[in-house]
């Protein structure tokens, strides 16, 4: 299946930034640490143009195998969700919005917030080595076009 990919992710994007057709399904940026205790956050601010759908934009990498993911945030029809469901934010296209992503691997918590509001507490999925990721990646009944666009982001480590 071909598809047209495009992520940016702020100051990587020259390096990181992928555009065209693809047989793959896969533009992401890679924030790693490959963690594996303490406290981490991502932050970052995304912006999804609409008529992305079917995709995973930000993900934190590493879990108990099978599973590759201890989080996704995906965009499906306008809304995006935490893997399949729930819905976190219902209309998300075309405008910024601020995605803070906190990783409690000691506790196996993820918190996600969007604009500063907490809006899910989800269960860690084990795994010993941890990364943050963004971009596009496709998952089910996903859209021709994907993009996601990324800026400011930092990781933090809880200090000790
Ligand atoms: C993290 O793991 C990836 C994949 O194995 C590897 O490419 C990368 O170099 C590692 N990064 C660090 C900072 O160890
Ligand atoms: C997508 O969203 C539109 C507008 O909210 C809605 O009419 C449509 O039924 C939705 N499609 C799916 C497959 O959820
Ligand atoms: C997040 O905040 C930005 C800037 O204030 C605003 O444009 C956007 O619509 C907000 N989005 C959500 C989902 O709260
Ligand atoms: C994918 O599309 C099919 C057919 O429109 C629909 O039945 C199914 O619920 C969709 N799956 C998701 C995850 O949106």
Known sequence: ??????CSCGF????????????????????????????WQF????YVPYGTSGVCIMQVFGASAPRPTTLMVRVYNGSLMYYKGPVLVPNIYDQWFRLNVVHDVDSAKVKVYIN???KIEADGRGGTSHAFKCGVYAQNNDSYYME??????????KCD
């Open 116 to 118: 500063g509001t907490l």
């Open 1 to 6: 299946m071909l598809r047209l990919l495009l």
């Open 43 to 46: 932050e970052g601010y995304g």
């Open 12 to 39: 990587l994007a020259s390096s990181s930034s992928s555009f065209g057709s693809f047989a793959t399904s896969v533009c992401f940026c890679r924030f790693g640490y490959n963690y594996s205790s303490g406290v």
């Open 148 to 157: 996601s666009r990324w800026k400011g982001i930092k990781v933090l480590k």
